[in-house]
């Protein structure tokens, strides 16, 4: 097992994450598996376009930022980011990857609970997923509905 890496929590969610590797091409899409303020994993299914080892990447996503109400917002985010590691999980590979420049918040750092905050982003999350990316269908495969 590898030991952890990040100087803060992660924060484990299931949005979409756009990667490129130059500004010019057209974005791939993943779905998050985790950010902290200094790096994210998440899945892909591009073999072919498959980032590679050390490579740098364009990376936007959101990250949800909670109210102590529990309602939530997102923020987003534009991060070049170096590849770390990929790992092969069946047909999927799981890319981490380092910020250039860290974020300018702690995502895991919230001001309600792990457990609140794991609910209202099972609760709610399938909605924002699918109206920020129609044809991402995050309930069955990672591959454009």
Same mark, same amino acid.
């Given at each position: 097992?590898?030991?952890?890496?990040? @100087?803060?929590?992660?924060?484990?969610?299931?949005?979409?994450?756009?990667?490129?590797?130059?500004?010019?091409?057209?974005?791939?899409? !993943?779905?998050?598996?985790?950010?902290? @303020? =200094? %790096?994210?994993?998440?899945?892909?299914?591009?073999?072919?376009?498959?980032?590679?080892? !050390?490579?740098?990447?364009?990376?936007?996503?959101?990250?949800?930022?909670? %109210?102590?109400?529990?309602?939530?917002?997102? &923020?987003?985010? +534009?991060?070049?980011?170096?590849?770390?590691?990929?790992? +092969?999980? !069946?047909?999927?590979?799981?890319? &981490?990857?380092?910020?250039?420049?860290?974020?300018?918040?702690?995502?895991? &750092?919230?001001?309600?609970?792990?457990?609140?905050? =794991?609910?209202?982003?099972?609760?709610?999350?399938? %909605?924002?997923?699918? &109206?920020?990316?129609?044809?991402?269908?995050?309930? =069955?495969?990672?591959?454009?509905?």
């Amino acid at each position: 097992m590898t030991a952890e890496k990040r @100087s803060d929590q992660r924060l484990r969610y299931r949005w979409p994450v756009h990667f490129s590797q130059k500004v010019e091409d057209t974005p791939s899409r !993943g779905r998050m598996v985790d950010v902290s @303020s =200094t %790096g994210a994993a998440f899945l892909c299914s591009t073999p072919d376009d498959c980032p590679r080892l !050390g490579k740098a990447l364009i990376c936007r996503f959101s990250v949800p930022r909670f %109210g102590s109400d529990i309602s939530f917002d997102a &923020a987003s985010f +534009k991060r070049v980011a170096r590849v770390c590691r990929i790992d +092969k999980i !069946g047909d999927l590979r799981r890319i &981490a990857v380092q910020f250039i420049t860290p974020l300018p918040l702690k995502p895991d &750092a919230q001001p309600i609970s792990k457990y609140d905050r =794991t609910y209202k982003l099972i609760t709610e999350s399938r %909605g924002l997923v699918a &109206a920020s990316s129609p044809q991402f269908n995050p309930t =069955t495969s990672l591959h454009p509905s």
